[in-house]
């Protein structure tokens, strides 16, 4: 039995920020991903410090909620923070960054608005473009990165700002067939390919997205993925 668990629903998004790590990390973890057992788990999570929904991390009898904070929690289990003081900072800010990012492409989960293609294009020139210039240009700001054989965004291996953003990445380009429009992006583009390849990250894929498309764990799910796939005006390319 494994010590870590991951509750979250059978979807890649906010989970995968989580299980990146893990697979990377090598180490066992448990997921569970139906509903009444999820919902036992937040229940029993109150008797405890309460928490409001999933991704729950439980590792022993440790639970937290809010993606970033249990993010932090397995970062700093398996070395995968910068080390430098200020590069911690901005790694945080960097995985805020990637939630807001979340928020934004599902208008908050899609609890109040669905998208429409006109809606789509202004957020996809506008607010969203300028999110990956955000992420293309910290990309550029790592000085190792000028001579390396593959790129990150602090140092010369992967923190859990890389997971975090090719979580967003995997939606765009896999999910939607964002392909030239993240192209855009040539840092980002070239991250996303090294990111894609890792075994680690090739390992959960295998898993979620096999080579029956139709077999595919969803990327964000409901009706809010189907309005966004509507919206799109660029064809799918995978
Ligand atoms: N800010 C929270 C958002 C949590 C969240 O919206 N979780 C979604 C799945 S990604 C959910 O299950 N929401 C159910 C709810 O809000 O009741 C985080 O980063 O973890």
């Known amino acids: 039995m494994s010590d870590i668990t991951i509750y979250y629903w059978p979807i890649r998004f906010r989970g995968n920020f989580l299980k990146y790590i893990l697979e990377e990390a090598g180490h066992k973890y448990a997921t569970v991903s139906t509903y009444p057992e999820i919902k036992k788990a937040l229940d029993d999570a109150k008797d405890g410090y309460p928490v409001f929904a999933v991704p729950l991390l439980k590792v022993g009898s440790f639970r937290c909620s809010q993606m970033p904070a249990a993010v932090l929690h397995l970062a700093k289990m398996f070395h995968m923070e910068p080390s430098d003081g200020n590069d911690k900072t901005l790694a945080l800010m960097m995985l805020l960054n990637c939630n807001d990012i979340l928020d934004s ?134």
């Open 105 to 238: 492409i599902t208008m908050n989960g899609g609890h109040y608005m669905m998208w429409t293609p006109e809606k789509w294009k202004t957020f996809q020139d506008g607010r969203l473009a300028k999110w990956l210039g955000v992420l293309d240009t910290a990309l550029g700001k790592n000085p190792k990165n000028a001579k390396a054989e593959k790129i990150y965004f602090f140092g010369v291996k992967p923190t859990y700002v890389d997971f975090g953003v090719l979580a967003i990445l995997d939606g765009l380009v896999d999910e939607f067939g964002l392909v030239e429009y993240v192209g855009k992006f040539p840092l980002l583009s070239r991250f996303f390919k090294e990111m894609s390849a890792r075994p680690s990250v090739q390992k959960l894929w295998s898993v979620q997205k096999p080579k029956d498309r139709s077999k595919w764990a969803p990327w964000c799910g409901g009706q809010i993925q189907k309005s966004i796939e509507t919206s799109i005006a660029e064809p799918k390319k995978l």
